[in-house]
């Protein structure tokens, strides 16, 4: 449910505040604006109006006069005041997740006289969450946990393998209780939420679980969960209200289907599982719920991971279905509903019509939990941007900011998945608004985000993790002529001792010779420096993150190959590539 303190309680705690509030919101929205299966970011290299920043208007001195809080505060004892005595507030923060909560408190330490506003609304199905937005909630931190537990099943059979007697192979060994699960990571995550409130106390940020709608640049109406109303004024707004999955708009899609928001909380096992969507979300989920031992099929309208290097993207989702997710490709759902008739053996269970692109027949199957994952729209509707002067990309419906993350109001700022030609990503969400604070008072102005070789990972049971340029993006950036591509393929050590997992119908083994991938992607003409680095395999997050540091200061191919590699490692490969796409050798690694 909602994490707000009973008023008597808020009372108590602000009376030791001084004076900061944030404010965050989540909200629901139709997709029947939005074309079926655009991938999250799939419109982040667009072209967008971006604005000059106004340094006059923006570091002027302003007298600060001390103000009394509408709450019974007392004085604010933080020298703020918001322009002399003009604003309740120097600072509102809209929005309560990863980029609201480290800008909020960032500039609470600048000593400003912040508010923070956090309202989720629920799903379609009711599931509501806490402070700390999607990542914590419904995004990063579940998934990742459900990813791990997936891959225990296979550690059981590597530790069995290497003399652990007590697993227990065979049925007994291969049983997974879902209720288990699900109330393990949401304990995880309620820890959290907990901890973000007291952080909030402590830091002098006062907290607010109340929706906020925008009356002009300066102005806001808070409204609680009980329909209550109040105004409050800021001299700065920080808008970072995140975003929500976006629904077909077909026949029972919200009746009758769940979305990422939903299944990390899913209180029943899921049984047999349609995934709909191709993207890392889709390919997320699809994966955890296969290793769980649930029949999941994944229905995809194109391309695997848009965005992503398509090679990776192809060798992930070949892997996938070759080890029990089923694939159903160049198709599309036309409506969903739930079976009632009595006689029918499926009854309660979801009928699935969906329609072939390639050749226009339609067809259903029936499944016990239809979970859609075909992008994220903007929380941008229903805040009345339009009487702040905030300008949107009417495609993407996100804001348009500056290098600076000025919007087209110049005391309005915006930050994280809200925001136009960025990245959906929880860190750049906290370094945004990090920085933003320390521009605006912390006397850094020019101490801007960059946004260039950025990492992330992608947790499919198969993790890729990857900083700096596609193959296709290089080529077309700086065309196949000016590229060196080196590549290899590898089977970990932690893998070879375990043969459980060999299906002997088809001939596969579940962790195939060769089945990681590595690529560097290098510019001849600046003596190969790297500019993309690609892994598929174990591990992919906490490889990717030390090499980002080596993309992002220019390393050459000729400083990996200088790199002494630690044995037997992966990420030794990194430091001993030699065959070239261009070569047209076998990039199979044999040895150790």
């Given at each position: ?384 941007l339009e009487a702040a002067g905030v300008e949107l990309n009417p495609k993407t419906g996100k804001v348009l900011v500056d290098e600076y993350d000025q919007t087209t109001a110049k005391n309005i700022y915006a930050i994280g998945d809200a925001v136009d ?172």
């Open positions: 449910g909602f994490l707000s303190f009973s008023l008597s309680r808020f009372r108590a705690a602000s009376q030791v505040t001084k004076g900061v509030l944030v404010v965050s919101r989540a909200r629901v929205f139709s997709s029947s604006a939005f074309a079926f299966g655009k991938e999250e970011g799939e419109d982040n290299n667009k072209n967008n109006k971006n604005n000059n920043v106004d340094l006059d208007f923006l570091w002027s001195s302003k007298s600060k006069e001390v103000l009394k809080m509408e709450n019974g505060n007392g004085a604010s004892e933080n020298g703020g005041g918001g322009g002399g005595g003009k604003y309740l507030y120097d600072v509102v923060v809209i929005g309560g997740g990863s980029g609201g909560l480290a800008c909020a408190k960032r500039c609470a330490k600048y000593g400003k006289k912040v508010t923070l506003l956090d309202f989720v609304k629920p799903t379609p199905i009711g599931t509501t969450w806490g402070l700390g937005g999607t990542c914590v909630n419904v995004g990063c931190i579940p998934k990742k946990l459900m990813h791990y537990g997936a891959l225990l099943g296979e550690a059981a059979g590597d530790a069995r393998s290497l003399g652990w007697t007590k697993f227990g192979a065979g049925e007994e060994g291969s049983k997974h209780d879902w209720e288990t699960l699900v109330t393990s990571v949401q304990n995880h995550v309620r820890g959290i939420n907990f901890g973000y409130r007291t952080e909030m106390r402590d830091q002098n940020v006062e907290y607010k679980n109340e929706f906020g709608v925008f009356v002009d640049d300066h102005t806001i109406e808070c409204t609680n969960k009980r329909g209550e109303k109040r105004t409050i004024t800021s001299e700065y707004v920080v808008f970072a209200p995140g975003g929500r999955p976006r629904y077909l708009g077909v026949p029972g899609d919200k009746e009758m289907c769940i979305t990422s928001d939903d299944i990390f909380s899913l209180q029943t096992p899921p049984g047999k599982t349609l995934v709909v969507g191709a993207s890392y979300i889709a390919l997320e989920c699809a994966g955890f719920l296969t290793a769980f031992g649930y029949d999941t099929y994944v229905m995809a309208r194109s391309i695997f991971l848009r965005g992503f290097d398509q090679e990776v993207a192809e060798h992930i989702g070949n892997y996938m279905e070759r080890h029990g997710t089923k694939m159903i490709k160049r198709c599309v759902p036309v409506g969903f509903e739930r079976i009632t008739d009595e006689e029918d053996e499926n009854k309660g269970r979801i009928r699935c019509t969906y329609k072939n692109l390639d050749f226009g027949f339609e067809t259903s199957e029936v499944f016990d939990t239809v979970l859609l994952a075909v992008g994220r729209n903007a929380c941008t509707a229903e805040v009345n030609t960025r990245q959906e990503l929880t860190p750049v969400a906290i370094k945004s608004g990090e920085r933003l604070a320390d521009r605006l008072f912390g006397g850094r102005p020019e101490f801007k985000m960059d946004y260039n070789e950025v990492p992330t990972t992608v947790f499919t049971p198969l993790e890729y993790g990857c900083v700096g340029m596609s193959e296709e993006l290089a080529i077309e950036t700086h065309g196949e002529e000016n590229l060196e591509v080196y590549h290899s393929y590898l089977r970990p050590l932690e893998w070879k001792t375990n043969q459980e997992f060999h299906d002997i119908k088809k001939g596969v083994e579940h962790r195939e010779d060769n089945s990681c991938f590595l690529k560097m992607v290098t510019l001849k003409h600046e003596n190969e420096r790297v500019i993309g680095l690609h892994y598929v395999g174990p591990n992919a997050g906490e490889l990717m993150q030390g090499f980002a540091l080596a993309v992002k200061l220019k390393a050459t191919k000729a400083d990996f190959d200088d790199t002494v590699g630690i044995h037997p490692t992966v990420a030794e490969e990194f430091t001993v590539l030699k065959v070239t796409k261009s070569s047209g050798k076998d990039p199979t690694k044999r040895g150790c």
